[in-house]
């Protein structure tokens, strides 16, 4: 797609820094971190969110949830413990209509999020 900020990201035309990449997906931090660790995990392919996830392949979300915890480990936060957050729609809070996790650790959260 075009116009997606993530897209960009992922084809390597706009810069981020890239802490993880394979065929599928790709790790970067948020330019806007909510938490000393804040990292975004998309899916390569443009779904432009939860809702459309039935595009994808059934494995996807796996690999998606793997990348996760795999960068939890490496940067130290498994033991500490880490939030995994999809944003859906306006109610959710989404800004970026490219599906993304945001893996968030370094401090502790609160419940329930305002
Ligand atoms: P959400 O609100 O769930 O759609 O989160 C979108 C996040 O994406 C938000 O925390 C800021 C981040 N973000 C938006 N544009 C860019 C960008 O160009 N680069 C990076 N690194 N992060 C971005």
Redesign the pocket.
Known sequence: MNSC?FCA?ASGQ?G?EILFEDEQCAA?????P?APTHI?VIPKRHISSLNDLGQAPHTLMHHLFLTVQNLAESLGLSRTGYRVVI?TGADG????FHL?L?LLGGRSMQWPPG
Do not use: C, K, P, W
Request: net charge neutral.
């Open positions: 900020i990201i706009t981020a970067f931090r948020d330019m806007n909510q975004l944003n809070g989404q800004t970026v993304h945001h």
